[in-house]
């Protein structure tokens, strides 16, 4: 792998833009499976619950066990062999499990934008999608480069999305048991199903 390839990777990770898309596609999927404007503004409740669901579409190979585990096909995930093998599917592990500390900083983004509404109920912060925010996550899900990510958090939403912050944090230790019992810093491996 050249040095610049390593680069373009590294910059791409810290370039806010690519994960505010990947969450906007995201938050859609969840959108998708309300029913009313008032669930819809809380298509995702909690930034915890966000950051569980994420976790699944960066790590397709931990959502295909997350699948399995769930007596869901695991074939949905649809694994390309070189995601099994690249950079991006290990992780550092950091703070209480493979969780970036940006959600906050992206969902902020996010309303600055316009693009979601953030409202707190009790210590949760409920996030949906504005109308302006559905409509460009639906340009994103529109271009062929986010079909897997298109498809991946569709299939998310429907196993998951009903799944309470608290269950699917268990559930995602579950999954993942590895990351438990691993110090700060480590290496989490998870190209093997």
Not at 58 to 73: D, F, G, I, V
Not at 91 to 102: E, Q
Not at 136 to 165: E, H, M, N, Q, T
Not at 171 to 185: A, R
Request: with cysteine; glycine share 6%.
């Amino acid at each position: 792998m050249s040095f610049r390839l390593v680069r373009a990777a590294a910059e791409t990770e810290t370039t806010d833009d690519y994960h505010l898309g990947r969450l906007l596609i995201l938050l859609r999927s969840s959108d998708h499976q309300k029913n009313s404007p008032a669930t819809k503004l809380k298509a995702v409740e909690g930034i915890t619950k966000l950051a569980k669901l994420d976790f699944l579409l960066r790590y397709p190979t931990c959502l295909e066990r997350a699948l399995r585990l769930a007596k869901k096909n695991p074939n949905n995930a649809q694994v390309q062999p070189r995601e099994r093998t690249s950079i991006e599917s290990k992780m550092i592990r950091f703070r209480y499990g493979p969780w970036d500390p940006r959600y906050r900083r992206w969902l902020g983004l996010l309303s600055a934008r316009g693009l979601v509404q953030l409202q707190v109920s009790g210590k949760t912060v409920q996030i949906g999608l504005t109308d302006p925010g559905r409509d460009l996550a639906d340009v994103f899900r529109g271009d062929p480069l986010y079909d897997d990510v298109k498809r991946r958090s569709d299939v998310i939403a429907k196993a998951f999305g009903g799944y309470s912050a608290t269950k699917l944090k268990d559930f995602v230790y579950e999954v993942v048991p590895e990351i438990i019992d691993l110090k700060w810093g480590e290496e989490i491996t998870t190209g093997t199903a």
